[in-house]
């Protein structure tokens, strides 16, 4: 191939103080330690606060194969190995493209001696395409905007995993974050059982069975939407009923929003059919100029790759309670601080005893609330032969969205 260079002559458009990070509108702190690897702090666009905090907690990978040992198969990759501890050194290139700016990353030893892991997190700018367009067709004016985004990204490599996490802050005010999944499968001999052909996965080689399995991805999001008390509500798009007034012609339908006032009533799963999202509403007061209504930002699940299920192993299983903040897509919370990693502080020997199922068991109110949103997603991986030896990126993640927090487009002035 010949050559692709990403040129910035005048320099790249963010600024660097320390571990604050100020970009077009955006602010926010980069923090990372040994067990999340990188964590944003204090997430604000023009001064008005978003995010209190946010990282991935969690991780579970069961695999599908029910013959021994697999079934005991389910790695918690990070409470088990710390994406911390795990992640790369980067490297200009194939790791970060363009004009870089790396954070160093200082982590404890197994005697608590902290130690410097360079480069663990990458910044850089992208160009993302149109961001806006529109012709007028009357006499054929064009006005058009090319989309900037500020990427934080990090890598782990967990054993034979790789592991791409990308934070990415755009222009109109939302924020996606962006799972990349490389390395190598885990693989093994057919089980004694399938007599040499494989029920539970897929002859990539001659003799080499790659197994079906999840990655299961856990998200803590400290929400702060114009400030401290947030309330979350799930909106679906339905189907209106043929009505003689209401809906005479079949073709209405319409949002539908009903608030998750309790713990148990926010746990939810994603439901595609109906264009399912969570929205956190400010709760102090703070509206919207036009609407009137609450200042706002919605979870949208899926938007980095197509829809996954939850969990699918038995709820009986071990794996299914050690790792049950998967067998939804949103858990909400009161924050309290004690509350941090959604199977326990200890996973190596968790029991399922500890975690998001324990914490919201009381059914505490989360409405008008300091919450904290756990949003568990992920891929659902059936291996094939194209993946094998190393495999090409699967994408997944999901989008913070604003929601009549803005007056109008946030991104109409760009020169």
Partial sequence: LKALDVVQPDGPSFEVTGNLVTWQKWSFRVGFNYREGLVLHDVRYAGRPILHRASLVEMAVPYGDPYP????????????????????????????????HYFDAVLPDSSGTPYVKKKAICMHEEDQGILWKHVEYRNGHSESRRSRELVISSIATVVNYEYLFYWRFKQDGMIDFEIKLSGELSTNLPSMEEDGLPTHGVMVSPGVNSQVHQHMFCARLDMAVDGQKNSVSEIDVVAQPLHPKKNPYGNAFMAVENKLETE?????????????????????????????????????????????????????????????????????????????????????????????????????NVAEEDIVLWHAFGVCHLPRVEDFPVMPCEITGFSLKPENFFDGNPAIDLP
């Fill in 69 to 100: 040992p697999h079934h005991r198969k389910c790695a918690f990759d990070v409470g088990d190995y710390g994406l911390g501890y795990c992640a790369n050194s980067l490297e200009l290139g194939c790791d970060c493209l363009g004009h870089i």
């Fill in 264 to 364: 148990k009533a926010a746990v939810r799963t994603a439901d595609s059919n109906k264009a399912r999202v969570w929205k956190v509403s400010n709760s102090s007061g703070v509206t919207n100029r036009i609407t009137g209504k609450p200042t706002a930002y919605k979870l949208v699940p899926f938007t980095r790759g197509p829809a996954h299920p939850i969990m699918l192993v038995d709820p009986s299983s071990a794996v299914a309670k050690k790792g049950a903040f998967a067998q939804a897509h949103l858990w909400v919370t009161p924050h309290a601080d004690d509350e941090r990693y959604p199977s326990g502080e200890y996973t190596p020997q968790g029991d399922g005893s500890v975690g998001l199922p324990d914490w919201t068991a009381g059914n505490r």
